[in-house]
């Protein structure tokens, strides 16, 4: 889901400066490709996983979404990225590129509603888990604070060169 954020502003961006569009347009087609991609698997493995524990139904719909707006993105600003990459900057190009940028900023925005949607729409939330519990777990052991190892009086401990005479045990 952070490559289709990337994406999204790299496609902002060549909508802005037409000289990177030939240049940069592979490589952001690429990203979008990849963050399409792991939106689509996140939403699977999410509903894999909530048939076993239950629906977390805001962040189900949340994601859902996110990943409607990510295949439009694919399939709208991918056939901008390339057609952008042949030949010279004409106007149409610029205004698909602006339409494109705006249906990148609905991802983004689509991205930051799922994101908070997890945040508060989790198993443990649904289950009524306070979020004291959620933090930590009291029957775990503690860790000890960290102690340095003593000074060694300025001399560092090193290991003996591989040169150096063997020292008797």
């Known amino acids: 889901v952070v490559l289709l954020t990337l994406a999204a502003a790299g496609l902002i961006i060549l909508a802005a400066i037409r000289s990177w569009r030939p240049r940069f347009a592979m490589a952001v087609l690429a990203i979008l490709a990849f963050g399409t991609a792991g939106a689509v698997l996140a939403m699977v493995s999410g509903n894999a996983f909530a048939e076993h524990v239950g629906r977390p139904n805001a962040h189900a719909s949340a994601g859902t979404n996110l990943v409607i707006g990510a295949v439009a993105l694919l399939l709208v600003g991918g056939a901008w990225l390339i057609w952008v990459r ?3 900057s004409t106007r149409a190009k610029d205004v698909v590129g602006w ?3 705006v249906v990148s900023a609905v991802v983004v ?5 799922a994101a908070r ?3 508060t729409g989790s198993i443990m939330d649904q289950l009524g888990v306070p979020a004291q519990q959620q933090d930590s777990d009291s029957s ?3 860790l000890p604070s960290y102690a340095p190892p003593p000074a060694t009086g300025g001399d560092p401990l090193t290991p003996p060169a591989p040169d150096a005479p063997a020292q008797p045990a």
């Open 140 to 142: 775990l052991p503690t």
């Open 99 to 101: 339409a494109v940028a």
């Open 109 to 113: 925005a689509l991205t930051v509603i």
């Open 86 to 88: 042949s030949g010279e």
């Open 117 to 119: 949607q997890s945040a």
